[in-house]
């Protein structure tokens, strides 16, 4: 029989127990304290945020004509691309008085756009339409909408941007109006006419 050959063992060194292993003091005193906490179940929410008086479930008592309505920035591009008078085709789709509202956000957004969009500023730079002024930092208008839409529920959103309407959809009795096929369409409005 051969001789059996032995490996020599390099760089053993003993062995140390690891900072987090759980047979430490330390480690299992915060186990049982996580352990505690899972048991409690979630914190109890104290606040909840007040419901408008204005709706009665998803309708808004709030939005009787003449119809405020908060002008994005797409939309206006949109109205521009299809030939469309602002005022008028509004009217036509709502069958009812409404003023177009234009917050200092949205004119910053067209400003930036530059020439392209000029035609959308002109229009957007007109008398007629009633300004908002934004009191906070930055110029991201759909910020600013939704916000403005969450403490007023008086408006009615007209935009073409997706991400805005999906945001919009969750906050309740806010009617969206867009650009569709040569003329205004209006989603979630109650008492729109139907078309």
Not at 13 to 24: E, F, N, S, Y
Not at 64 to 69: D, I, K
Not at 90 to 111: H, R
Not at 150 to 166: F, G, P
Request: aromatic share 6%.
């Amino acid at each position: 029989m051969g001789v059996q050959k032995r490996t020599r063992k390099f760089a053993q060194v003993k062995r140390i127990i690891g900072q987090r292993d759980a047979r430490l003091k330390k480690n299992q005193d915060k186990g049982e304290l996580e352990g505690k906490k899972k048991a409690q179940g979630p914190e109890v929410i104290r606040e909840i945020p007040q419901v408008s008086s204005s709706l009665f479930f998803q309708y808004n008592t709030a939005l009787v004509p003449p119809y405020s309505v908060l002008v994005d920035t797409n939309f206006l591009s949109h109205t521009v691309q299809k030939n469309l008078e602002l005022l008028p085709t509004m009217m036509d789709c709502l069958y009812a008085k409404c003023t177009p509202v234009i917050t200092s956000c949205v004119m910053a957004e067209l400003e930036k756009l530059g020439p392209r969009y000029r035609i959308a500023l002109r229009i957007a730079r007109d008398e007629r339409w009633e300004r908002l002024a934004c009191d906070h930092k930055g110029v991201y208008a759909d910020d600013c909408i939704v916000d403005r839409v969450m403490q007023h529920k008086v408006y009615i959103v007209a935009t073409n941007d997706r991400d805005l309407k999906r945001r919009v959809r969750k906050i309740p009795g806010v009617p969206i109006m867009s650009v569709a096929r040569g003329k205004y369409a209006i989603e979630r409005l109650p008492d729109a006419p139907e078309k």
